[in-house]
């Protein structure tokens, strides 16, 4: 790789170090040419699994965990399908590739809502998301149970993912989904 390419690369490193996005990043070489990686030389693959439900208060684990299961039967993206996949497992619920209910209509994530999610012919509206994005599509302030559990995921390295639902006008949080880095 050209010392051009190299400064170039290195600067980027720096810049996204000195964001925030990466509070420490490092330039290696291989023979393959060069990865920034975090400080522990930890690379991942870009996406995340999921590990775990955590419902909400006054929700159950089975009732998220379905919420979850249905709302990403459409989602392509890897998260989309662990998430279906840690629903079967932890249940025996159809998986991945299974149809949506019919009429369902899915609801694609896009960068403006940070959500997708699944519109049920029966009314009833799940979607998941962002924390922020689905507390403004809520209407309504996290519950603290749920505050909390995102920022342990958080804390841990993971990402939370927050579910909800909207069924006759009331909207409501079910949990969320605790999503991991997959390390290469």
């Known amino acids: 790789m050209s010392p051009t390419i190299t400064s170039a690369l290195k600067m980027t490193a720096e810049r996204i170090a000195d964001s925030g996005v ?9 023979s393959d040419g060069y990865a920034v990686t975090n400080m522990a030389g930890t690379i991942t693959y870009g996406n995340r699994r999921a590990s775990r439900f955590v419902p909400a208060e006054g929700v159950t684990l089975a009732e998220l965990t379905e919420a979850a299961r249905i709302a990403s039967l459409a989602d392509l993206t890897p998260e989309g399908r662990s998430i279906v996949d ?12 299974a149809p949506l209910p019919a009429g369902a209509e ?17 009314g009833r509206e799940l979607r998941k998301g ?6 403004a599509w809520t209407g309504v302030g996290l519950p603290a ?5 995102g920022y342990e ?4 390295g993971g990402t939370p993912l927050l579910v909800a639902e909207r069924r006759a006008g ?15």
């Not at 149970?145 to 559990?149: K, P, T």
């Open 22 to 30: 990466a509070s420490r990043m490092t330039l290696s070489a291989s």
């Open 153 to 156: 995921i958080s804390m841990s």
């Open 130 to 135: 962002a924390g922020s994005a689905v507390e």
């Open 86 to 97: 840690l629903a079967v497992a932890d249940t025996g619920a159809s998986g991945t590739g």
């Open 170 to 184: 009331a909207t409501r949080v079910l949990g969320v989904v605790h999503l991991n880095d997959v390390v290469k």
């Open 145 to 149: 149970e749920v505050g909390a559990a």
């Open 106 to 122: 899915p609801v694609e994530f896009t960068a403006q809502t940070r959500m997708s999610g699944v519109d049920l012919p029966d």
